[in-house]
């Protein structure tokens, strides 16, 4: 039975992806420190034998018994919200963030290297900063504020986009980089402070639904499950060592019509209200995928309103 190391397994994509690799009937250590991943997204996993959870912090070495041979290491650990509003957010834990990404991606490079294991590192679309092209493509190099609030998580990705690359040149590992752009669907955290949560949350709650800025910033957003196929596509694939792809979903919109859309789609009595914009938001992200299409064969399939439809339901539920 192939093992697979999945690092940030407690959060919202870790999460789906170690239940996809279980069903896959693969055994699956999921590592988390639970700073921003939740232990109720992998409670339903415990009891099956094939998963382990070790609770352990990326930065740190790792030893177990456990970790007689590893085939696969996924590395997601990190927080990912911008928000400061929430707990959660990469915000208010600045320092854990660029630690994860920098000091942890070495540690787990080093375990890929030491049980000849495939990698995975997962970057962002952060990396690209507030682009000044429209439908960012792997060569683009970004518009990065170096020191800017949000740097902490965007230089951290660029730290460890680096760090992989140094171990493919260096030692040979076969690691790749996918860089991911929104993503939504169940197992979100509601106090997360992402714009879906946040806009399911108050619509269903019939409070009041808060764009910041004036809601013409634009994003794409991609169903989990799609982008949970294309992570395993990426370290699946033949070919993909040392490559970089853009994983996301192109169906751009604004900011207020996602809000709009929301709104219609619960039901809601909720008003569209504004706030402030926050510091180095972005003011457009649209990933091109030509190349995880060609190299991976992969596109997602789940449009906007299915996997709203989805991630209201639960938001509902819980
Ligand atoms: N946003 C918003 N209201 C909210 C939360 C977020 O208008 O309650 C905006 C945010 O300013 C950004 C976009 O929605 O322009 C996406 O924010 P998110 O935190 O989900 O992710 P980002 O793409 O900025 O990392």
């Known amino acids: 039975m192939q093992k697979i190391l999945i690092a940030g397994g407690?959060?919202?994509?870790g999460s789906h992806l170690c239940e996809s690799f279980l069903d896959e009937n693969y055994a699956v250590i999921c590592v988390d420190n639970l700073i921003t991943g939740d232990k109720k997204n992998i409670d339903p996993l415990i009891k099956n034998s094939n998963f382990k959870f070790i609770n352990h912090d990326t930065t740190k070495f790792l030893q177990s018994d456990e970790l007689t041979e590893i085939d696969y290491i996924f590395h997601l650990a990190s927080p990912a919200s911008p928000n400061k509003k929430s707990p959660r957010s990469y915000i208010n834990h600045p320092i854990e963030t660029l630690l994860a990404n920098s000091l942890g991606t070495y540690e787990l490079l080093?375990?890929?290297?030491?049980?000849s294991a495939k990698f995975l590192y997962v970057s962002s679309s952060e990396i690209y900063g507030n682009p000044t092209i429209s439908q960012q493509t792997e060569d683009y190099f970004?518009?990065?504020?170096?020191n800017g609030i949000r740097s902490v998580y965007d230089e951290g990705k660029r730290f460890g986009e680096a760090m992989t690359?140094?171990?493919?040149r260096k030692f040979g590992t076969d690691a790749r980089i996918v860089r991911i752009f929104n993503t939504y669907g169940p197992k979100m955290q509601k106090d997360d402070g992402r714009v879906i949560s946040n806009f399911i949350n108050q619509a269903i709650e019939n409070k009041q639904i808060t764009v910041y800025g004036d809601g013409n910033q634009t994003r794409s957003f991609c169903y989990v499950d799609d982008m949970v196929n294309g992570l395993k596509l990426a370290m699946f694939t033949p070919g993909t060592k040392g490559q970089v792809m853009n994983l996301g979903n192109p169906d751009e919109k604004t900011i207020l019509e996602i809000a709009r859309i929301i709104k219609n789609m619960v039901g809601s009595s909720s008003e569209i209200i504004h706030e402030e914009l926050p510091e180095d938001d972005p003011e457009n992200r649209k990933p091109d995928i030509e190349k995880a299409k060609r190299l991976l064969k992969w596109s997602p399939k789940i449009n906007l309103?299915?996997?709203?439809k989805k991630t209201i339901?639960?938001?509902k539920k819980i």
């Not at 407690?10 to 994509?13: D, K, M, R, V």
């Not at 309103?305 to 709203?308: A, C, Q, R, T």
């Open 10 to 13: 407690a959060g919202f994509i």
């Open 110 to 115: 080093e375990l890929a290297k030491k049980f």
């Open 142 to 146: 970004g518009n990065v504020n170096p």
């Open 165 to 168: 690359m140094a171990y493919v």
């Open 305 to 308: 309103e299915d996997g709203l």
């Open 313 to 315: 339901e639960y938001f």
